[in-house]
């Protein structure tokens, strides 16, 4: 079994080696003698719980706590203070800043083991249902909540790095005739089929594919021009309808998707609504000339229309 991940920030080499030798057995430590340090560590790991000392003579502790809950990459993961500060106001403080305990210096090993145990087991339960909330209950791809956040990070993350990004949103076709024909169970099928289909074609990191509602999907990604974009959502399209899941259609004897995108590298000067709008507008279009289409807005305003 993969053993939990805990991040030990105290500019004390002995004491952080004290503390890891405590735990290494149960957990997988790390140890950083910066603030800073310790920041830029906790961004880029995947911690189940970071254990910190409050006085550090770059930044203190209760700094270096209230970074780490206001960075979203860290926000979630509980925070045990160490000090040898023994006064009521710096517990209530740091507890006050999001520290999940507060344990004095020199402390008993058994008393810190237990009460590591009991965050990180608290933490996996946390995580679970924070999990089990920003995915859809149907599908099991992410919900319409997670990407509400996860969009706006992407946006961020591509006007950062002056990534081009892709918004598509698409729909099965003459899906309440499908209802109607075959049943609702029959309908959920094609949903989960359909959403698993695509999940297998959006796996990297800086892709988001979500259930948007009903029958409709969203996808954001990133590091795609509107060219490269257009030909993978086409072939998307084509893999969906290569299902050949019988309906009876005027469009085709298969289920089929229309879809709707835009390409850009965003700036400043630019609003996510907006695309998302433009995207919107070429789904729009996409059923307009007839579906089972893709129909794309590139970086220069121009519009593509498959078939």
């Given at each position: 079994m993969k053993k939990d991940k805990i991040l030990i920030i105290d500019d004390s080499t002995a004491q952080a080696e004290h503390l890891?030798?405590?735990?290494?057995?149960?957990?997988?430590?790390?140890?950083c003698h910066t603030a800073q340090g310790g920041l830029s560590m906790a961004k880029t790991g995947v911690w189940s719980l970071i254990l910190l000392d409050v006085v550090m003579p770059d930044m203190d502790g209760f700094m270096l706590l209230k970074e780490l809950k206001d960075t979203e990459a860290t926000k979630y993961i509980p925070v045990i203070m160490l000090t040898s500060l023994s006064e009521v106001q710096y517990e209530e403080r740091g507890l006050l800043l999001g520290a999940v305990d507060y344990v004095a210096k020199p402390f008993s090993p058994v008393i810190i083991k237990a009460r590591?145990?009991?965050?990180?087991?608290?933490y996996r339960y946390q995580r679970q249902f924070r999990e089990q909330a920003m995915l859809d209950g149907l599908t099991g791809i992410a919900n319409r909540r997670c990407y509400e956040s996860g969009s706006r990070e992407k946006w961020q993350e591509a006007m950062r790095f002056g990534l081009p990004l892709s918004i598509c949103i698409f729909d099965i076709d003459k899906f309440k005739l499908y209802n109607d024909t075959y049943?609702?169970?029959?309908?959920?099928?094609?949903i989960i089929s359909v959403a698993r289909t695509v999940a297998e074609r959006f796996r990297r990191s800086t892709d988001l594919f979500a259930r948007y509602g009903g029958e409709e999907f969203v996808a954001v990604f990133l590091g795609s021009n509107g060219k490269t974009a257009f030909e993978f959502m086409k072939s998307v399209r084509q893999e969906i309808e290569d299902l050949h899941i019988p309906h009876n259609s005027p469009i085709c004897d298969w289920v089929t998707v229309s879809a709707g995108g835009v390409s850009l590298t965003p700036n400043a000067q630019d609003s996510y609504e907006m695309y998302l709008k433009l995207a919107d507008t070429m789904l729009y279009d996409a059923k307009r000339f007839g579906r089972n289409r893709v129909?794309?807005?590139?970086?220069?305003?121009e519009q593509w229309c498959e078939k």
């Open positions: 890891s030798s405590i735990l290494e057995d149960d957990y997988e430590v790390a140890m590591v145990n009991t965050h990180i087991q608290l049943g609702h169970p029959a309908g959920d099928r094609v129909v794309w807005l590139n970086e220069n305003k």
